[in-house]
């Protein structure tokens, strides 16, 4: 996990090499200066101002080295952090933008949300920390073991000795935390995703009147979240009495011993003859500090990494992912006519999908058609064109665009000249010419007007205060479901397609403008193949060819005529659709 | 659909915020807090009480037992450790009673927050959550939420613990040294001034920084709700060029805001490394001069032991200044959370002056309405009269009537004009016109989603303006185009139509919607989970899910709009049957593309541009040979 995310330090690895180095500049000058604080003392309380003077002049001479590695330091830090993070979302996003459709399914848009959002600035977090934590407080723990042995080796054992039975109990505290905190990561993330829920179904809340029965349910869930943060941060807060037991503890032996070894005057084991000193007490608990809140410290970062790890494996999930469906790389970037053929083609949604969603299925649409499909609720209409412009792949048998294999073309160029209008469409915030020039970035304002009057939005464009610049809100929702969906269309003509295909695209669209459209379409892009998935008879009556579908498998192709006469499923879809129409 | 979105900068720091935050925690937990206080009170003077007691060791005890020996002083020097170890014991005690306690006030609050969050979200209407984006409503809920938890865990005990610790030491060194102290008081200065310096420039980048973070989430949410649409038109590239510059813009401004942060610490703790040794250099001076030394207790001499002892305690007040100022990024982006939550607690709930209930009623002898709070099936609206101090009630049919009524999103633009129709209980209206027509606007008017002025709409004769709004709602069942689904089984998601329904009623009513077909065919049948709004269901199957559950309300009237939309016809003409179960009876508002669901309505009215340019039942339409006839006929002579 860390090695791959290590991969997005790439251009800052300077600051994060460098920040760790100052931190150790920082972390020397902060060990020396109890100790020659102590001899300052020892100095002043000899009145002897001399060696107090030279003594306060190393000592600001050490604060400004210190504070130079310090800034220096809390720069290069929040360069490196930042600047990871920047890149950790820069991969991450890069790589989400190269998944499939089944890759999207599979990790689902909103978890991918959390990944490249909530998760990130954990890690952030936790690198910030760990550059500067990493070296600082192992180092911290060290000299200041050193130094108190260097002041008196006895004394100082008494911390060491304490070391152990702190980090024991800080470990303690912190597996017990742990297995609580990813319990409740789970429940938070249910949590949210209620508000979620609840915020786009607020219409059906209120609707229904659920508010209350939201509220309670939303309320029993939060207290459950509060009652096991709760039993988490207590554990968490032992931390600090614990701390304070242990240091306290340390300072009143120190204190005891301290004292007694003045006044025997036993001296001091590496400076023998040299007698213990006040100054040398008050500067060996300031080690004793230290070295236990270095202790401390290690535990707090422990937590922080602990935490830091389940966002680091969901994001690393994305990072090591790889995209089930890829271009090739020097594939063919024109697709030469709008033919499509399907050869034997069999299709599954996953591995483990107990049947296929479609079932051999044999095709051939010459180029410039207007084909036509039918076919009950999950009979896998929209699985059969989602294979044209390659956005799955079959299963099993081959799918031919321009007669040539879809996977022998160069991705971008399939797409661009293969246009789906999908069945949840949706528009982006912006204006509605930002919008149209998806389809086409270079597209002249006139093109523009061109295709919104193809698609019969340009009488309604135009009656916005704003007309084409009218601001889109995210998601469209300023605009009705037939404008949505005329948008939609005249976004894909733009692209002007080779092969254009509609989802159910007119589902909202009033027969009338419907049939404008479909009419339009004859005049405006004659060659292009159009495939149109619809529940209307009248949308697709008028066919170069009808194709039926029913659970995964043609069962009915031909004209509307020929399939009225067949007698099967579409003459009984027709049937009731103009039931009555002639009276 | 109307108004700008809100989004834009995220509101800038108002006043008062602070003092918010503590009185509404306060209002929550008292007692919790007073205890927490006096609890970090006495830890903070235990952790002072150290250094005074340093001094006696060394003085009381240490100096004598230089000259006195070891055994002379052993049992003073335990006395000393002992009363040490017992104020260290108390204070420990507290710290331990303190935080756990606070652990309950932060998540307890927390919790509070978001329940009144939440519950406030509930009573909002529906043009709030037209006009703000999902996401930034979301995000209240996690980064602010978040934000808070922080500076109420962690930051507001540190705080108020270094800032009691402050004043202790001051008065401490007050009691040794003046002259001392207004050095000391020089240092705070220049650290103060620092820390304003660089807070300040820290605050203001943390404000681009939360904006720029705001816009890239935003940015993100959009474009992954978007995906699949986004390959459709091969515009990663687009997308990530877009997202680059969202993510360079963010870079520049936390690294900013971190940069300016960090340094913080560095500054105040050398700082206050350099004012010791001027202390040191000064008292000792001082000491040399033997120059007169004014304290709290008057005029005493100034003794060596006091510098070093005062030293002592300007270490310990530099590191408190030192937490103080590494809190203050974060109580800033704690307050700036804070801010937000309170924004949506104050937001204005949907007004409801309703005061007409909906009540249970049986027959009287004389076929008059007795209330009751037994389980009949018959209802009744509670109307009072204020004035003539009397109680009518009316009995539930589900008429509705609509007069004269004008709407419109914004103000200046009209969506409805004029609108009057008189649909009888158990009557089939439907709707007929274009897209933005204002069919569906008019439907959300009766249910009260958006409100006009008074008397306009009639349910049962009574203004609906005067029905409790809930009461009201409770009528009126309802199917909308867009499906929601919520996580849970399938079964719950039926009865989220009537809660006390059976088992057997929802697979009743799932037969009804002929859902009951394909839901047997799932792994789990009716006890499927279903997640992500019913991600694993086609459109059609979560259509006939959302008319289930509106079969399981058993409502007076319905509102059905563009219900089956994505149901294929063949599929419809099975639930067709059912439908004319379900609305049997029923006052029943439909909209419908297809005209083949509305032929059999009562009355079909045609909207156009928010008027109603025809109205009949289908034969007369027909003959009426209007607009109705050329749509009704359009699609097939159109081509």
């Not at chain 1, 020097?330 to 599954?348: H, Y």
């Not at chain 2, 980048?205 to 816009?215: D, F, H, I, W």
Request: glycine content about 8%; aromatic content about 8%; charged content about 20%.
């Amino acid at each position: 996990m860390v090695k791959i995310l290590m991969k997005s330090i790439r251009e800052y690895k300077v600051p994060s090499i460098v920040t760790p180095l100052f931190m150790c500049g920082e972390v020397s000058m902060e060990t020396m200066m109890p100790f020659i604080m102590a001899k300052l003392i020892d100095e002043l309380e000899k009145n002897n101002l001399k060696l107090v003077l030279s003594y306060g002049g190393i000592l600001i001479f050490i604060a400004f080295l210190s504070l130079f590695f310090g800034t220096m330091a809390a720069k290069t830090a929040a360069t490196a952090s930042c600047g990871f993070a920047k890149n950790l979302r820069h991969d991450l996003f890069h790589k989400v933008m190269d998944f499939s459709f089944s890759d999207v399914d599979l990790f689902s848009p909103s978890s991918l949300v959390t990944r490249l959002t909530t998760d990130v600035s954990n890690l952030q977090n936790a690198y910030a920390m760990i550059i500067r934590m990493a070296v600082r407080v192992p180092l911290m723990f060290l000299f200041s073991i050193i130094m108190g042995c260097v002041i008196n080796w006895k004394l100082t054992l008494i911390f060491v000795a304490i070391v152990p039975l702190l980090g024991g109990a800080i470990l303690l505290i912190i597996t017990n935390a742990h297995k609580i905190f990813k319990r409740i990561f789970k429940k938070y993330d249910a949590l949210n995703n209620s508000v979620q829920e609840n915020v786009s179904a607020i219409r059906v809340v209120k609707g229904f009147v659920r508010e209350d029965y939201e509220m309670s349910k939303f309320h029993d869930r939060s207290a459950d979240v509060r009652d096991d943060f709760i039993r988490a941060e207590k554990l968490i807060a032992l931390f600090s009495p614990v701390m304070m037991f242990f240091m306290n503890v340390g300072m009143l032996l120190i204190c005891y011993f301290g004292a007694k070894l003045i006044i025997t005057g036993t001296g001091n084991a590496f400076y023998v003859g040299k007698v213990f000193s006040t100054g040398e007490l008050s500067s060996l608990t300031n080690y004793g500090v230290q070295i236990l809140s270095a202790l401390m410290m290690l535990g707090f970062a422990f937590i922080m990494i602990t935490m830091a790890s389940e966002a680091g494996n969901r994001v690393v999930e994305v990072l090591k992912y790889e995209p089930t469906l890829t271009g090739e790389p020097n594939g063919l970037t024109v697709v030469p006519d709008g033919r499509i053929q399907f050869k034997n083609v069999s299709f599954k949604y996953s591995d483990s999908a107990a049947r296929n969603s479609l079932e051999k299925i044999n095709l051939n649409i010459e180029s410039g058609k207007t084909i036509g499909i039918i076919g009950g609720t999950g009979s896998s209409k929209t699985t059969l064109i989602q294979l044209i412009s390659r956005l799955y792949d079959a299963t099993e048998g081959e799918v031919l665009v321009g007669g040539h294999n879809v996977k022998a073309y160069d991705l971008k160029s399939l797409r661009d000249q293969v246009a789906v209008v999908l069945q949840k469409n949706i528009l982006f915030a912006g204006t509605i010419k930002e919008n149209m020039r998806w389809g086409n970035k270079e597209a002249t304002d006139e093109e523009i007007v061109e295709a919104c009057k193809a698609a019969c939005a340009d009488e309604f464009v135009s009656n916005f205060p704003d007309g084409y610049d009218t601001y889109i809100e995210q998601g469209g929702t300023n605009v009705s479901g037939g404008q949505k969906q005329r948008l939609c269309i005249a976004r894909a003509l733009l692209k002007k397609p080779k092969i254009l295909i509609l989802d159910d695209s007119t589902s909202a669209v009033d027969t009338r403008t419907d049939a404008m459209i479909r009419n339009s379409f004859k005049k405006a892009i004659p060659g292009t193949t159009k495939i149109i998935i619809a529940q209307r008879v009248s949308s697709v009556e008028d066919a170069d060819e009808i194709i039926v579908l029913d659970g995964g498998k043609i069962v009915e192709r031909g004209t509307s005529k020929e399939l009225i006469a067949q007698k099967g499923i579409y003459a009984e879809i027709y049937e009731t659709q103009t039931k009555g129409k002639e009276e | 659909m109307p108004g700008p979105r809100q989004l834009g900068p995220r509101p800038k720091l108002k006043k008062g915020i602070f003092g918010r935050l503590i009185k509404t925690i306060f209002g929550y937990y008292p007692v919790h807090l007073i205890v927490v206080a006096v609890c970090l009170l006495i830890s903070a003077v235990s952790s002072i009480s150290m250094s005074v007691f340093m001094q006696r060791l060394i003085d009381d005890c240490i100096m004598p037992g230089l000259t006195e020996g070891w055994e002379a002083v052993a049992a003073k020097v335990l006395g000393t450790i002992a009363v040490l170890a017992g104020i260290y014991g108390i204070g420990v005690l507290c710290s331990f009673i303190y935080t756990r306690i606070m652990a309950i006030v932060c998540q307890g609050t927390l919790k509070r927050f978001r329940d009144s969050m939440f519950d406030k979200m509930q009573t909002l209407p529906i043009k709030y959550f037209d006009t703000h984006a999902h996401g930034d409503i979301m995000s209240t809920y996690t980064n602010d939420a978040d934000a808070v938890r922080q500076i109420i865990g962690q930051s507001m005990p540190s705080l108020f613990s270094s800032v009691i610790s402050i004043f202790g030491l001051a008065v401490v060194m007050l009691s040794y040294s003046l002259w001392l102290f207004l050095l000391v008081m020089v240092a705070l200065f220049i650290i103060g001034k620092a820390g304003a310096h660089f807070g300040g420039k820290s605050g203001k980048y943390m404000v681009g920084r939360q904006k720029s973070l705001a816009k890239e989430e935003g940015f993100i949410e959009e474009m992954m709700t978007g995906l699949k649409v986004v390959k459709v038109f091969t515009h990663e590239q687009e997308a990530k060029d877009d997202f680059d510059k969202l993510n360079e813009q963010l870079f520049d401004d936390s690294m900013l805001a971190d940069k300016n942060g960090n340094v913080l610490g560095p500054i105040t703790n050398n700082v206050g490394n350099i004012f010791y040794v001027v202390l040191a250099v000064f008292g000792s001076v001082l000491y040399s001069l033997g120059a007169v030394n004014v304290c709290l207790r008057g005029v005493e001499p100034l003794s060596l032991g006091m510098v070093v002892t005062f030293l002592g305690m300007f270490r310990h007040l530099s590191q408190m200044v030192g937490q103080i100022s590494q809190q203050i990024t974060m109580v800033m982006m704690g307050l700036a959370g804070a801010s937000r939550i309170f924004d949506l607690i104050d937001e204005m709930p949907e007004e409801d002056n309703g005061y007409c209930e909906l009540v249970n009623v049986k027959r009287g002898e004389n076929g008059e309405l007795i209330e009751t709070t037994e389980k009949t099936n018959l209802w009744a609206w509670k109307h009072p009269h204020k004035e003539a101090g009397t109680v009518t009630y009316t009995e539930l049919k589900g008429e509705i009537e609509l007069e004269n009524v004008d709407f419109g999103y914004v103000p200046e633009k009209l969506v409805l004009e004029d609108v009057s129709l008189h649909a009888k209980a158990g009557e089939k209206f439907a709707f007929v016109g274009a897209t933005g027509a204002g069919k569906t606007t008019i439907t959300n008017l009766i249910n009260r989603f958006y409100d006009i002025p008074d008397g306009k709409i009639r349910f049962d004769g009574i203004n609906i303006n005067k029905i409790k709004k809930p009461d009201l709602r409770r009528s009126l069942g309802l199917v909308l185009q867009d499906v929601n689904l919520f996580t849970g089984t399938v079964m719950e998601n039926i009865r989220y139509g009537r809660l006390d329904a059976t088992d057997e009623e929802c697979i009743e009513a799932a037969k009804l919607a002929n859902a009951d077909d394909f839901i047997t065919r799932l792994p789990e049948g009716y006890n499927t989970m279903l997640t992500g709004n019913g991600a694993s269901l086609s459109q059609g199957q979560r259509q006939l899910l959302s008319i289930a559950r509106a079969a399981v309300a058993n409502t007076p009237a319905m509102i059905l709009d563009e219900a089956t939309s994505s149901i294929d016809t063949r599929t419809e003409a099975l639930v067709q049957n059912g439908m004319d179960r379900l609305m049997e009876g029923r006052t029943v508002f439909v909209i419908a593309h297809r005209l083949s669901t509305v032929r059999n309505a009562k009355s079909i009215i045609v909207l156009d541009h928010g008027h109603i340019i025809e109205r009949g039942n289908h034969d007369d339409l027909i003959a009426q040979k209007g607009v109705y006839y050329r749509l009704y006929t359009g699609a097939f002579e159109m081509d």
